[in-house]
């Protein structure tokens, strides 16, 4: 999953998308906030994170040991900067961002507020209390982005629960809808968060559905959710990194 949404994250962190302050401070205020609900990728969301300062990339080499402040899941408790919400059950990071985003509209705060879902996640009944509530209120300053993979933990979202048409049901329930066809080619990211960017504040909240690649660049992990929640053995992680050249030397 972390592989799907590379772009995505750098795009937002590192590509102009978001304002944000290295510098963390769990008030978030004056500045855009970000909601990671699908915690399981968290691997992408700590590298990123690292990469722009947050903390230092070598903290990387601790995922997941003992006393690590960079859980499988992100949490709170470790106080890690960057890090605004424990995302271990899925389904509920819609809720969230949208208390975030209502309390910058009370605290006069122009910044927006930005969410990550996965496809699946949206199979829990909160998103959709969530999704309504949004409209309702008008909360014009959160962006939501869902990302379509079209895999989950236990195979694809058609198979353990189809969920139809999602631009439908998100218009049907008073958003404005927009698609990011490519989640894994740069440009067409950056320029779909820029367009969503422009959208806010016209008194609908902002879905972007944005298509993705589960395991994109590693052809052994795409088309399967067999590695949603595994790690690859040394052999599997060589022939991985042979297809995604070095670019930062700092692994």
């Not at 795009?11 to 963390?24: N, R, S, T, V």
Request: charged share 20%; with cysteine.
């Amino acid at each position: 999953g972390s592989l799907g949404c590379t772009e995505f994250f750098t795009a937002l962190y590192q590509g102009g998308i978001m304002e944000h302050k290295p510098e963390f401070n769990m008030d978030g205020k004056d500045e855009d906030l970000f909601f990671l609900s699908n915690g399981h990728i968290s691997p992408v969301f700590y590298s990123v994170l690292a990469r722009s300062g947050y903390f230092p990339v070598d903290e990387l080499n601790t995922f997941r040991l003992i006393d690590s402040r960079l859980q499988g899941h992100p949490t709170t408790h470790e106080g890690l900067p960057g890090i605004r919400v424990a995302s271990g059950s899925l389904g509920q990071g819609m809720s969230v961002a949208l208390g975030a985003a209502q309390a910058k509209k009370l605290n006069k705060d122009n910044h927006l507020v930005f969410s990550l879902h996965g496809d699946g996640e949206l199979q829990e009944g909160q998103n959709w209390e969530a999704i309504m509530y949004a409209a309702g209120n008008k909360v014009d300053n959160i962006i939501s982005t869902v990302d379509l993979n079209g895999q989950q933990i236990d195979g694809s979202t058609e198979t353990v629960l189809p969920m139809g048409n999602l631009k439908a049901k998100f218009e049907a329930f008073g958003w404005d809808v927009m698609e990011i066809e490519n989640g894994n080619d740069m440009q067409q990211v950056i320029d779909g968060l820029t367009e969503a960017k422009s959208r806010t504040g016209k008194g609908k909240p902002v879905c972007i559905l944005m298509t993705t690649m589960m395991g994109n660049g590693v052809d052994f992990m795409m088309h399967t959710h067999a590695w949603h929640g595994k790690a690859p053995d040394d052999e599997q992680l060589e022939k991985a990194l042979s297809q995604n050249p070095e670019t930062l030397g700092d692994y």
